[in-house]
């Protein structure tokens, strides 16, 4: 079982940054893939970025590539998302999970509850 709680998020004007943190407990979080996860206001809930249990593979979609950095702490039990050159449609609730590191939703097993980003204009 593993438990993940998000924060960071909050209101930042276009081009600034935010990081996001992702706490998680439970034995299982060393050997988890991990991932961030967002969806907008009337959208689905779209892939941002993902990491390997090893940390040594990430992956990113396409739209925050080059923006966008995915991190974690072993020792902290914590994985970051670090948000640079914010845009107004990066608003949305972000969601951390832990599973099979995929683009899809599907292939996570736990989720946090997510934490808002709104990035004005």
């Known amino acids: 079982q593993v438990h993940l709680v998000e924060s960071g998020g909050g209101l930042v004007q276009a081009g600034g940054s935010l990081r996001l943190s992702c706490a998680a407990s439970g034995r299982t979080f060393n050997r988890s893939g991990m991932g961030w996860f967002r969806q907008g206001p009337g959208k689905e809930r779209e892939f941002v970025a993902a990491m390997s249990w090893s940390g040594g593979c990430t992956y990113y979609a396409d739209s925050v590539k080059g923006r966008f950095t995915i991190s974690r702490d072993i020792a902290k039990i914590t994985m970051y998302l670090q948000m640079n050159s914010l845009k107004p449609e990066d608003t949305a609730v972000y969601y951390c999970?832990?599973?099979?590191?995929?683009?899809?939703?599907?292939?996570?097993?736990?989720w946090g509850q997510g934490t808002q980003v709104t990035v004005s204009s």
């Open positions: 999970a832990a599973g099979d590191p995929t683009r899809y939703t599907g292939t996570y097993l736990y």
